[in-house]
């Protein structure tokens, strides 16, 4: 029995490494559709090896962590990495045919949009996307009933900049100076803001408030409202 467990064991081992030499192919059609395999491109399509992502070691574990908590994107990051530094994208949508990528997520920023590109589970590249023409003004009644990226409040974690919060989640409801001296912990010259968020379509039973020292969040707060 034991015989049989290593023999099925060295297979599998031949198999992953002969499907990690050949890579993985991707292939276009005439129509733009784009598949990936590890085998050839039928008739008709055009491709391109694709290289697959290596495994995770403790090297880019420190690496994807050190980046994580500076709010920044590499490449070869797993999808779970991308949460934890810049939350929850605004959209997710399949890679098109020129982009070299199965998915892209689309993060809003103040001069436009922040895309990142995967391929499989692993960040493939970045891009920084201006936006083409301003945005239309917005009375202040319309931006009071409709809250932006408020399905995203539960991403707000302490160490994220408060910058990439905001352009995730909108304008708080109401903010308020805090004095350093009555924060734990806090330099006494520190720089601390208060923002408060009330339940809301999307997020409609939960008060979240955070505090923003030095340009990064603080603490988070989330109350149960009914």
């Known amino acids: 029995m034991i015989a049989v467990l290593r023999c099925v064991c060295t297979l599998i081992c031949l198999g992953a490494i002969a499907c990690s030499a050949q890579g ?3 292939c276009i059609d005439v ?8 085998a050839p491109c039928g008739r008709g399509q055009s491709g391109r090896t694709v290289e697959l992502p290596k495994a995770e070691t403790r090297e ?3 690496a994807w962590e050190a980046a994580a908590h500076e709010a920044r994107v590499i490449r070869g990051m797993p999808k779970r990495w991308v949460l934890r530094s810049r939350g929850a ?10 982009e070299d990528a199965t998915e892209v997520w689309r993060y809003a920023t103040r001069d436009g949009a922040y895309l990142v590109g995967f391929a499989g589970a692993n960040v493939a590249w970045t891009r920084d996307e201006v936006s083409a023409r301003p945005a239309a003004p917005t009375s202040p009644a319309a931006a009071s009933t409709a809250p932006r990226g408020a ?5 707000v974690i302490a160490g994220r900049y408060c ?3 905001f352009a995730e989640i909108g304008a708080a409801d109401r903010e308020e100076a805090v004095p350093a001296a009555a924060a734990a912990d806090t330099p006494p010259t520190a720089a601390i803001k208060r923002y408060y968020y009330e339940p809301t379509p999307g997020d409609p039973a939960m008060r979240t408030v955070f505090s923003c020292v030095d340009g990064k969040v603080a603490d988070v707060e989330r109350t149960l409202v009914r």
Do not use: C, M, W
């Open 24 to 26: 993985l192919v991707k």
């Open 31 to 38: 129509d733009g559709n784009v598949t990936y395999q590890d």
């Open 60 to 62: 880019d574990t420190s």
């Open 89 to 98: 994208p605004a959209e997710i949508r399949p890679g098109a045919a020129r």
């Open 151 to 155: 399905q995203n409040r539960r991403f």
């Open 163 to 165: 910058e990439h919060v």
